[in-house]
């Protein structure tokens, strides 16, 4: 953990809680299976009630790699443990009364063993 992690630290939790959305981040079963024959996929993903702030990204952080419609959301690392989000994981949140479900698609930054916050870009189905 560097000395920036342990000083600010235990800020992005409190900040993001208090003002932040109420969100569910559905973490990606490892253990999913395709039948091709049905079209079934099994496996569950797991549900984690969190906050989140979401932005949309400014032209300088897209690099014509995104779409306009993508967002970005910050989320406190505490709030998802030792885990790193992944593409495979997606988050979903109301907005003016509608729900969206984000899908992971790149992560902006890493902290590296101990992140104080994740900042993930997700794209809205």
Sequence with gaps: MSLVDQ??????????????????????????????????????????????????????????????TDVKMIIAASSLGSYYPQTTDSIGYMQNGVRRTAKIIGMLSYRGDSPILHVAVGRLG
Excluded: H
């Excluded at 109420?22 to 490892?30: D, E, H, I, N, W």
């Design 7 to 68: 000083v600010f630290g235990g800020i992005p939790g409190p900040l993001i809680a208090q003002w932040g959305i109420s969100a569910t981040y559905f973490k990606a079963s490892p253990n999913r299976q395709y039948d091709p024959e049905t079209g079934t996929v099994f496996g569950c993903d797991q549900e984690i009630p969190i906050k989140i702030v979401v932005t949309q990204l400014r032209p300088e952080e897209v690099q014509g790699l995104y779409q306009m």
